[in-house]
């Protein structure tokens, strides 16, 4: 599911709330939920059906702002499972690998995922995102993550030790190793 800002909130969308400057959260909308904080509880029934962008006013005069998920956001509200990558240099690493539309990019050490999101959006419509990481737990927390994207799979993987996949010997565009050896995976690459 692509989330367009012509797009209204639908129940189960996560969704970026901007309580104030330095207060965001990723919430995933569902109907018989609220959200409670320091100014108020807000109701996400009533948030259903409004727009992105839109300013939620409660009874107690607290507001918080409803944004479209992007990559952006993402990064800056991701749980931190490793040290990421923000946006500055995420710009470049895309920029650098050429990914554009319709690449297939293949990702060893997803970490927080940060990286990973901004490839998913820079491969659309047509690209797709397959990323490895050793451990276990990591791996599964950032699959729930990427469920919302539909053109990223998440695998469990050891890429210095196994190497990548050999179904994707000569299909892939780019590779990014974000390793603490990452020459030992070159001849896989």
């Not at 490793?82 to 297939?104: H, K, N, R, W």
Request: aromatic share 12%.
């Amino acid at each position: 599911m692509k989330i367009s800002f012509n797009l209204c909130i639908r129940d189960g969308y996560l969704i970026i709330v901007y309580e104030r400057h330095d207060t965001m959260k990723a919430v995933k909308v569902c109907k018989n939920s609220v959200l409670q904080n320091r100014f108020s509880v807000f109701e996400h029934s009533d948030w259903i059906g409004k727009p992105f962008g839109s300013i939620i006013f409660s009874n107690s005069g607290g507001f918080l702002y409803l944004l479209a998920l992007t990559p952006e956001l993402w990064t800056l509200v991701l749980i931190h499972r490793t040290q990421i990558l923000y946006i500055a240099d995420i710009s470049f690493v895309i920029m650098y690998l050429e990914v554009v539309p319709g690449c297939l990019v293949l990702e060893s050490g997803t970490g927080s995922g940060s990286l990973t999101t901004s490839f998913a959006r820079a491969v659309e419509p047509t690209g797709y995102v397959y990323t490895f990481d050793f451990h276990e737990q990591r791996a599964a927390s950032a699959r729930e993550d990427f469920e919302m994207t539909g053109i990223v799979t998440m695998g469990v993987r050891d890429i210095l030790g196994e190497g990548f996949p050999d179904q994707f010997s000569g299909l892939v565009d780019s590779v990014f190793l974000d390793l603490p050896q990452p020459w030992l995976a070159i001849p896989s690459a």
